[in-house]
């Protein structure tokens, strides 16, 4: 069993975008958070709370705080949390939380959700870094950093069921050098190939995407890229809407100022398709498609920060992908800024940083209808426009559960309320 004990957090700020200023990314109410939750039984979301945590709709499971997710021994007094991803073992069927942090990527199994159990950790391939990201193909994990050198991690996930006695730490199975940092991974399972982005401005595609084919997932072997500065993307085997595009490999590029439609399918000859921008941009972030493809929820970092009002969600129409739309801008409850969002069905979780991870509606998209129906907040103390809080939710697990990884306060699983 896993055991959570009571500890205190002091929260930290920075930002996932690199050209803030130190006095632009400060918490301007910089408080301490005591917390306790139960060691094995699920601690219900009743009269818009859990655990002391608000909530609307959402239970929670367990937490893991990250000095217990950290094995690196080398960031124990400065420990943050990032991006987190998720692995079904299709022998075991066990689900795997994989956690970054900025010392490594932490692996919890969470089989049983309410006693998860961090089986291992992955240290950083070089040096520390607040940004790492994670993304799986094919039984295998594939990590990159922001970390000076860091390239490319590539860990075989199934070793994770042999473990007898953890955690344990591990080595990578291979690491992929040919390029040095990159600031996330996108990974198109349909078809094996890895788009690690926002590398260096100064190299050969200009931090624009590049194209690594994985499908012999310790060999990785690159086959070029498309030069267009990209900070996140989104790549799928397009079966939209758009018939003259069906079957063809399409990126969604969030590219600082705008959101790009590239063609990509011929990895020799990748075709830019189309571009739109929108009001007030301040840092394109990222987004994603719906599962019909029609509609793109786009994320912009910035424009909270420095404009006000409450957290934008823009809603782009890509029924045609060479004459994309703008169709509506949603507006959340609070005044938190956005980070990174996944559409689940009818469901758009988004990572809202200081006001935790909030599911919206979207059934009536097309109408230009969408509302909230549902959060978990793991920073109680504000919600204010400030880099702390959740960075990441992974919603896709058959079983329901839901991996959110806060900055400062850990690992969360939660679920739907039944």
């Known amino acids: 069993m896993f055991k959570k004990v009571l500890f205190l957090v002091i929260l930290i700020s920075f930002s996932c975008s690199k050209d803030l200023s130190d006095s632009q990314i400060t918490d301007p109410n910089p408080v301490v958070d005591i917390v306790d939750t139960n060691d094995d039984t699920i601690t219900k979301c009743e009269n818009g709370s859990a655990g002391g945590f608000p909530c609307n709709g959402y239970d929670l499971l367990a937490r893991i705080s990250l000095s217990d997710l950290d094995l690196s021994n080398t960031a124990t007094n400065n420990l943050s949390g990032n991006d987190s991803w998720g692995w079904t073992d299709p022998t075991t069927n066990k689900e795997y939380a994989l956690m970054g942090l900025n010392s490594g990527v932490s692996f919890i199994d969470i089989s049983e959700p309410t006693e998860p ?10 040096v520390n870094s607040d940004w790492r990201d994670v993304k799986v193909y094919n039984n295998h994990a594939f990590v990159v950093s922001e970390a000076s050198n860091h390239g490319m991690q590539v860990f075989d996930l199934t070793k994770l069921r042999d473990v007898a006695n953890p955690p344990v730490v591990f ?6 050098t040919n390029f040095g940092s990159a600031h996330n991974i996108v990974i198109n399972e349909s078809e094996g190939y890895a788009y690690p982005v926002g590398t260096s401005r100064n190299g050969t595609f200009a931090g624009g995407p590049l194209f690594i084919n994985i499908q012999d997932p310790l060999n990785p072997v690159n086959e070029g890229g498309f030069t267009n500065y990209s900070h996140d993307a989104q790549v799928v085997t397009y079966n939209g ?7 063809k490999e399409i990126l969604i590029g969030s590219n600082e100022t705008e959101v790009v439609i590239v063609d990509i399918t011929d990895k020799r000859n990748p075709i830019k398709l189309s571009s739109i921008s929108y009001s007030n941009v301040e840092y ?3 987004g994603w498609f719906t599962e019909d493809m029609s509609y793109f929820l786009l994320g912009d970092e910035l424009d909270e920060l420095r404009n006000g009002g409450r957290t934008r969600t823009v809603v782009f129409d890509f029924i045609d992908l060479d004459n994309p739309k703008l169709h509506l801008e949603y507006l959340g409850v609070t005044a938190a800024i956005d980070h990174n969002g996944y559409v689940k069905g009818d469901t758009f979780y988004l990572a809202n940083y200081t006001a935790g991870v909030r599911m919206i509606d979207i059934t009536n998209i097309a109408n230009k209808t969408v509302n ?15 880099f702390n809080g959740v960075w990441n939710v992974y919603p896709y697990f058959e079983s329901g559960v839901i991996v959110v990884s806060d900055i400062e306060n850990g690992l969360f699983l939660i679920k739907k309320s039944e």
């Open 117 to 126: 159990v961090i089986v291992g950790f992955l240290p950083t391939a070089t």
């Open 171 to 176: 080595d990578a199975d291979a690491t992929y």
């Open 284 to 286: 394109t972030h990222q």
């Open 241 to 247: 809407p758009d018939t003259e595009h069906v079957g």
């Open 372 to 386: 909230e129906v549902g959060f978990f907040d793991t920073r109680p103390a504000n919600n204010l426009a400030s």
